[in-house]
C-alpha cells in the first residue's frame, strides 16, 4: 500500500511541469469554431416547487462543437418526450415545456435529468426534482374556551396543516388586526402564540391563526380560541422558568451555510428579559442578529467553528433560568477546490482532481461521458486514484467529459470536467489595430487575448523594434505605468506556441491632460447689471472638449438671460434668485477639469457726484544701466482720474521658462517713476508696470523690449529635503524642485546622496532629472540615513548642501508588553503597569501603548448578559503605566495591550482579567405613594438599575415642608435591601411631605430621587368642586351686590337730609369697637368719627386670630362648600373648589370654619 501510494505521487510529481500549460489554460474559453464536448450552461435548480397555474419549463442549455443533441430521464428512466403530446423540447436546446392545462400537476412529479452530448463526450445536468405545491386543509377540530388565571402563563398552540412548502403563520383577530406581540406575548417558530404572563385584558374569543401558502396564494384560518382570564386570588410572583425548549438543555443540528435558528421562551412575572452567550467562545457579532424580543437567534452563513454550547438565559427581579442548546454542525459536500476543465495538447498529461468536503465525509465517485468509470472501457492511459483522475500521454480524439459526484446524507454535488485534447496553433482574440488613449501620468493597459494548444507564449514589442520583457499580466496583457507622449506608438503582440505564431498590432496615443487655465472669479454684482464667469481651459487639440455649466450643482436655469460663449458664461438683469455657485466643467472623452466661483447680488446704489475709476497704464517703458544681475526700469505714469497713484507694480515675463506667465517683480511708491531691478540668471525677461490708486489696478502697461541675462551655476539647492521609508526595506528621499529662475542654466539634474548614520562608508550618490523623489531599496530596517540633495546644471554646481537626518521604514514591533499588571484603584477607576518593550524590537518611531479592556460580566451572582464590547485607550510615549477610566463596578474586566509604531500595532500581551470593587449604587428606579389617608400613606420602590455591588438597604428620610418652602425635623428610616414598601402613619394632616429616598451598598448611598404630597383623605379631595362656577354662587353673589347698592342709595338719601345720626354711644356701649351695627330704629349706619375713617366696613374684618366666628359672619364662602378648599394661583386668580350643599359648622372658639386646602397645608405646619 504504502509503496504504491510513493508510486502515485511520484507519477503526479513527474507529471506537474507536463500539465503546467493545461493547468493555465483552464481559465480560457475555447473558442466555439474548435472542436470541443458540450458543457451544460444552464439547468434549473436542483428543487423545483413549480406553479400550477402555468406550464412548467425545465431548463437545459449545452454548448460544444459540434453543437449537442439533448435526452431526458424521469425516476431513472428514459422519458420519451415526444410520446408525450404535452411535452415540448425547444429546438436547439434541451429546456422542455409541459403544457399543465387541464391536467393534474402532480402526474409530472419526478427527478429529471438532462443529458447532452456530441462525438466528443457527454455532459449531465443534476437531478432536478419536479414538485407540485401543496396547501392542504386544516384538520376539523373543537376548540373549548380556555380558562387561566391572572398570572399564569399560557401557549396557544397553531399546529398548521403541513405544506409544500412550509407556510407562513401569524396570529390576528376577527377583524383581520394582527395581534401585537412584545416581550410578554410571542409568536415562537412553530407559530404557537406563548404567553409568558397573562393580563386581564389578554380575555376574548378571536385568537385566530392563520397560514399563507405562497407558491399556491392560499391563506387558511384555524378555528377561532377563546381565552378566559379570571382573578382568584393574587398571583405572587415568580422566577423564571423555560416553555420551550424544556429540561435543562437540548440539542440542535444545523448545515454548514445554512442559518442557525436557536428559540427560547420562558415565563416568569414580571416578564422575563432573554439574553444569549456561547460557552468558551463569543458569538459571531458580524453574522448573527437577535429577534422575537431576543428570543431568537439567528447566526448565518454558519461554519464548523459555531458548533458548541450557547446558553440562552431569562431574567427578571426574582432570579434567573439558563438553558444549554448543543448545537452541532454537519455538511452537505461542498467543494475544497472546484473543479476546472482541462486544455491538453497530445503527447501532454493531465491530472483531474475532485476534492470536496463534508460532514459525515462525502462519498466520490467518477463517471466518463455519463458512464461510471468501472463500467466503461478499459484506457490504459486513465489512472484513477481516490479523488484524482491522471490522464498520461493523451491523443487526439480521446477528448471527453467526465462526472465527479461526491454525496452523502445530506445532499450531493455534480461537477461536469472537460477535457478537450487540441493541437492549436495561436490565435489571437482580440481586435487587430485597437487605439487606445489615455492622459499623461496615468495607466494604461494595452490587450493581447490569445488561445493554443499548448498554450501560447506572448511578447511584446515597441514600433517592431524594441522588446518589452516586464508588466506583461498573465493573460497578455501590457500594463505601462505612468504613460508619457514618449510611450506613444505601434505596438505588436506575438503569441507562439509549437505548432506556429500569431501577431497582433495595437496603437497607444498619450494625450495632454484637460486643465483650467483661468478660473472664474468671486463677483459681487448690483442687481439688474451683468455678470461675466470667465473660464479657459487647455487640452490636447486632437480631443473634442465640451462645456458645461453648473448652478449650485445642478443645471443652469431655462432662462434666456444665461448666455453661454465658448469660454464665458453671462448671466443679464441679475436678480436675488441667481446667487449661488456657478461650476465650469471642461470634458474630453477621456478625462475632465472644473473649477467654481460664487455670485453675490447686491442692491444698486447710487452713482457718486464725482466719478473715481483706475488709473490709466503706464507707458514709454526703457530699460537703462544694464548689467548681467540688474537693470533699471523708468517709465512715464497715466491718467490718475481723481485717485492719486499710490503705488506701482512691477512685472516680468521669462519668455524662457514661463513664456504668458507674468509674476510680480518689485512695488514702488506711486511718487517715483524708475525702479533698480535684480534679476536672475539665464532668463529671457520682458518687464510691465501696472498703477495703483484707491479705486484699484490700471491695466498693465505695453511691454518693454527683451532682456537677456547670462547662464550661470545654481545658487540654491532644493528645499524641504526629507528621508522617510515607506517600506521597512527602502528609503524615500524627496525634495521640492527648484522652479523656472532657481535653474540659473540649462541642464538641471539633482545629485542624490545618502548614507546610513553612525556606519564608516562613502556616501552613495545617484544624479536624476526632473523629478522630485527617489527610492533607495534594500534598507535595513528603520535605521537613521544622512542624506542630501544638490542642484546641478551645466554650468556647474550649487554651493554644499545641508544634511538632513532621516529614517528608513517602520516595521510591525515584534513583541507584546509583558509584566501586565493591573490595580483597581475604586470602583470606576483602575491603573495597569506593563512592562516597556525593547527598542529594537519597535522596528519604528515609538508612538505610544494601545490597551484594549471589556468588561466580561459583573460579579452579581446572577447572569446578566454582559456585551464584551471593547474599549481602547492610547498612551503615547513610551509609558510603563495609565489609568482606565469610566469601568462599572462590581465587574469582571479583561484588558491586551499592544505596542504602536508608525506602521501599526504590534502582537497583543497575554489577556489580563482583573476585578472592579463596588461602588455606590445609582438612584433606586421609583418611588411610588400610594394608599393616602388622613395621617398615612404607603412607599413603594424598585431596585436601582446598576446595584454597582451588593445592596445592603434603603434609607428614607422625610420632613414636612410651610408655606415658605423651609423645611421641618427629619424623620429617617433604614429598610432591608429585600423590602419594597413600607406604611408611614402619625403623619399631620393637610400637610405637605418632602420624601428622599436612597439605595447603598457597603460602599454608601447613592443618588436619592424624591417625592413629595400632602397628606389628606382622598374622599374629601374627590368632593371638591369649583363654586365659581355653580349657578346658585353667581345669583347669590348678584343679590348680595344688588342690596349693597340699595343701602348706598339709601344712605345717600338719608346724608342729603343734612341729619347728625349720633351712634357714639351706642358704639361705647357695643362689645366689639370694631363691629359697628346698623340703628335698631331706623335701620341705618352708625356715625364714625373722622379718627375712625381707616377702619373697613363693618363686617368686614378678621379677627388677629385668623377665624371667623358663626356669630359674626353667616355669609362666609366657607358654608356654601363642603372644607373650603379655595385656593388661588400665583396671578391671585381663585382655582378652589366648592361642592354640596351648606353645612353647619361643628368648631368653635378659635377653631377654623373651613377644612385647610392643599395649599394652605403645605405652607403652614407647626
Given amino acids: 500500500m504504502a509503496r504504491d501510494r510513493k508510486r502515485k505521487w511520484a ?556 469660454d464665458t458664461l453671462t448671466i443679464r438683469d441679475v436678480i436675488e434668485e441667481d446667487e449661488g455657485t456657478y461650476t465650469c466643467i471642461r470634458n474630453t472623452s477621456l478625462d475632465q477639469d472644473s473649477a467654481s466661483a460664487m455670485l453675490t447680488v447686491i442692491e444698486a446704489t447710487p452713482p457718486p457726484p464725482i466719478v473715481y475709476e483706475q488709473p490709466d497704464p503706464p507707458s514709454d517703458l526703457e530699460l537703462t544701466e544694464q548689467r548681467d544681475r540688474s537693470v533699471q526700469l523708468t517709465w512715464t505714469p497715466g491718467d490718475e482720474h481723481n485717485s492719486p497713484t499710490q503705488k506701482f507694480l512691477i512685472q516680468y515675463e521669462d519668455l524662457l521658462h514661463e513664456p504668458g506667465v507674468w509674476t510680480n517683480l518689485s512695488e514702488v511708491d506711486g511718487g517715483r517713476t524708475t525702479a533698480q531691478l535684480d534679476l536672475s540668471p539665464y532668463a529671457w525677461y520682458s518687464f510691465r508696470v501696472l498703477a495703483q490708486n484707491a479705486v484699484g489696478y490700471s491695466l498693465p502697461s505695453q511691454p518693454s523690449r527683451q532682456y537677456r541675462t547670462n547662464p550661470a551655476a545654481p545658487e540654491v539647492n532644493p528645499s524641504d529635503v526629507q528621508g522617510v521609508g515607506t517600506e521597512h526595506d527602502n528609503l524615500v528621499i524627496s525634495w521640492k524642485k527648484l522652479q523656472g529662475l532657481q535653474a540659473n542654466g540649462p541642464g538641471l539634474m539633482y545629485k542624490v546622496q545618502w548614507r546610513q548614520q553612525g556606519v564608516d562608508q562613502e556616501w552613495a550618490s545617484e544624479t536624476v532629472h526632473n523629478v522630485s523623489q527617489f527610492v533607495v531599496s534594500g534598507t535595513p530596517t528603520f535605521v537613521p540615513y544622512e542624506v542630501r540633495v544638490q542642484a546641478v546644471n551645466d554650468n556647474g554646481d550649487a554651493p554644499e548642501p545641508a544634511v538632513v537626518l532621516g529614517h528608513s521604514g517602520e516595521d510591525l514591533p515584534l513583541t507584546a508588553p509583558e509584566s501586565v499588571q493591573v490595580q483597581a484603584q475604586n470602583g470606576t477607576l483602575a491603573e495597569v503597569h506593563w512592562k516597556p518593550v525593547t527598542p529594537i524590537s519597535v522596528r519604528g518611531r515609538l508612538q505610544g501603548y494601545k490597551v484594549y479592556y471589556w468588561r466580561e460580566r459583573s460579579l452579581h451572582g446572577e447572569q446578566e448578559g454582559v456585551g464584551k464590547q471593547q474599549q481602547v485607550l492610547t498612551f503615547s510615549g513610551n509609558r510603563s503605566e495609565g489609568h482606565l477610566p469610566g469601568l462599572q463596578p462590581y465587574s469582571v474586566y479583561g484588558l491586551s495591550i499592544r505596542v504602536l509604531n508608525g506602521k501599526g500595532e504590534g502582537p497583543a500581551s497575554t489577556n489580563q482579567t482583573f476585578e472592579t470593587p463596588e461602588g455606590v449604587p445609582g438612584p ?129 338719601i338719608k346724608r342729603n337730609k343734612g341729619g347728625k345720626y349720633p351712634v357714639k354711644e351706642k358704639e361705647d356701649a357695643h362689645q366689639d369697637p370694631e363691629i359697628q351695627p346698623m340703628k335698631e330704629d331706623d335701620g341705618t349706619f352708625g356715625e364714625y368719627s373722622d379718627t375712625e375713617d381707616h377702619k373697613p366696613l363693618k363686617g368686614s374684618r378678621t379677627p388677629s386670630n385668623g377665624t371667623v366666628r358663626r356669630d359674626e359672619s353667616d355669609d362666609s364662602l366657607v358654608d356654601y362648600g363642603e372644607g373650603g378648599d379655595g385656593q388661588f394661583n400665583e396671578d391671585g386668580s381663585f382655582i378652589g373648589q366648592y361642592s354640596g350643599r351648606k353645612e353647619k359648622d361643628t368648631h368653635e372658639g378659635n377653631e377654623s370654619s373651613e377644612a385647610p386646602s392643599p395649599v394652605n397645608a403645605s405652607n403652614s405646619f407647626v
Avoid at 427527478?111 to 455532459?123: K, L, S
Avoid at 484506457?379 to 454525496?407: M, P
Wanted: with cysteine; net charge negative.
Fill in 11 to 566: 507519477l503526479i510529481s513527474g507529471a506537474v511541469l507536463l500539465v503546467l500549460l493545461g493547468h493555465l489554460t483552464s481559465a480560457l474559453e475555447v473558442p466555439l469554431d474548435l472542436p470541443q464536448p458540450p458543457t451544460i450552461t444552464e439547468q434549473s435548480p436542483k428543487d423545483y416547487i413549480i406553479d400550477p397555474r402555468e406550464n412548467i419549463v425545465i431548463h437545459c442549455e449545452a454548448k460544444g462543437k459540434p453543437h449537442p443533441s439533448f435526452s431526458w430521464t424521469r425516476n431513472g428512466t428514459h422519458f420519451d418526450v415526444e410520446k408525450d403530446s404535452k411535452v415540448l423540447m425547444k429546438p436547439s436546446s434541451g429546456t422542455l415545456v409541459i403544457d399543465i392545462s387541464g391536467d393534474k400537476a402532480e402526474a409530472y412529479e419526478g427527478v429529471y435529468q438532462c443529458t447532452a452530448r456530441n462525438v466528443h463526450g457527454t455532459a449531465l445536468s443534476n437531478n432536478i426534482v419536479i414538485r407540485q405545491p401543496r396547501s392542504p386543509l386544516w384538520s376539523k377540530e373543537r376548540n373549548e374556551a380556555i380558562v387561566v388565571q391572572v398570572g399564569g402563563s399560557l401557549v396557544l398552540q397553531c399546529r398548521p396543516p403541513a405544506g409544500l412548502p412550509p407556510p407562513n403563520i401569524f396570529w390576528m383577530d376577527n377583524h383581520f388586526r394582527r395581534l401585537s406581540q412584545d416581550a410578554r406575548v410571542s409568536q415562537a417558530i412553530n407559530g404557537d402564540l406563548y404567553f409568558s404572563n397573562i393580563l386581564p385584558e389578554d380575555t376574548r374569543s378571536d385568537y385566530i391563526c392563520y397560514a399563507r401558502f405562497p407558491h399556491t396564494r392560499t391563506i387558511q384560518q384555524k378555528q377561532p380560541i377563546n381565552v378566559k382570564v379570571i382573578d382568584d386570588g393574587p398571583t405572587g410572583e415568580r422566577r423564571p422558568t423555560f416553555m420551550t425548549p424544556t429540561g435543562p438543555s437540548s440539542t440542535k443540528m444545523v448545515l454548514r451555510g445554512e442559518t442557525l435558528e436557536l428559540e427560547c421562551i420562558a415565563e416568569g412575572l414580571p416578564t422575563p428579559e432573554m439574553s444569549w452567550g456561547k460557552d468558551n467562545g463569543d458569538l459571531p457579532s458580524d453574522r448573527m442578529s437577535l429577534h422575537n424580543f431576543q428570543k431568537t437567534l439567528h447566526i448565518v452563513e454558519v461554519t464548523e467553528a459555531d458548533a458548541g454550547d450557547y446558553r440562552c438565559s431569562a431574567q427578571n427581579s426574582l432570579g434567573n433560568a439558563h438553558h444549554i442548546i448543543k448545537v452541532v454542525v454537519k455538511a452537505s459536500p461542498f467543494w475544497i477546490s472546484t473543479p476546472t476543465d482541462l486544455i491538453l495538447a497530445p503527447k501532454e498529461t493531465g491530472i483531474l482532481t475532485c476534492r470536496a468536503g463534508g460532514d459525515p465525509k462525502p462519498q466520490l465517485s467518477w463517471s466518463v461521458n455519463g458512464v461510471p468509470i468501472a463500467n466503461s472501457p478499459k484506457d490504459l492511459r486513465r489512472k484513477v486514484e481516490d479523488d484524482t483522475v491522471i490522464l498520461s500521454d493523451v491523443q487526439t480524439g480521446s477528448s471527453a467529459v467526465y462526472q465527479c459526484n461526491v454525496s452523502n446524507q445530506f445532499g450531493y454535488l455534480l461537477a461536469n470536467i472537460l477535457v478537450n485534447v487540441l493541437a492549436e496553433p495561436p490565435r489571437v482574440l482580440t481586435p487587430p489595430n485597437n487605439l487606445y488613449q489615455v492622459i499623461t501620468n496615468s495607466r494604461a493597459l494595452l490587450d493581447c487575448a490569445s488561445f493554443g494548444s499548448p498554450i501560447p507564449t506572448i511578447t511584446w514589442f515597441k514600433d517592431s523594434q524594441t522588446s518589452i520583457l516586464n508588466d506583461i499580466h498573465e493573460n497578455g496583457t501590457l500594463e505601462i505605468h505612468g504613460a508619457q507622449p514618449l510611450n506613444s506608438g505601434k505596438y505588436t503582440c506575438i503569441a507562439s506556441n509549437n505548432l506556429g505564431t500569431k501577431e497582433n498590432h495595437v496603437y497607444l496615443e498619450v494625450k495632454e491632460p484637460t486643465r483650467i487655465l483661468r478660473q472664474p472669479e468671486y463677483k459681487v454684482v448690483e442687481r439688474n447689471r451683468v455678470a461675466v464667469f470667465e473660464c479657459k481651459v487647455k487640452h490636447d487639440p486632437t480631443l473634442v472638449p465640451t462645456m458645461i455649466w453648473l448652478k449650485d450643482n445642478a443645471e443652469l436655469p431655462a432662462d434666456e438671460r444665461f448666455v453661454l460663449d465658448v
Fill in 924 to 1052: 433606586p428606579s421609583y418611588l411610588k405613594i400610594t394608599n393616602p389617608n388622613v395621617d398615612s400613606l404607603t412607599l413603594e420602590w424598585g431596585p436601582p438599575q446598576d446595584n454597582n455591588g451588593r445592596l445592603t438597604g434603603y434609607t428614607l428620610k422625610y420632613q414636612p415642608v410651610n408655606n415658605t418652602n423651609e423645611l421641618g425635623p427629619v424623620e429617617e428610616l433604614v429598610f432591608l435591601a429585600n423590602e419594597t414598601s413600607t406604611t408611614l402613619s402619625n403623619l399631620k394632616y393637610s400637610t405637605r411631605y418632602k420624601f428622599f429616598f436612597t439605595a447603598k451598598t457597603i460602599k454608601g448611598s447613592g443618588p436619592s430621587i424624591s417625592e413629595e404630597t400632602v397628606i389628606m383623605d382622598e374622599a374629601i379631595a374627590s368632593r371638591q368642586v369649583d363654586i365659581a362656577t355653580q349657578g346658585w354662587f353667581i345669583g347669590l353673589m348678584c343679590a348680595i351686590a344688588l342690596l349693597i347698592l340699595v343701602l348706598l342709595i339709601v344712605c345717600f
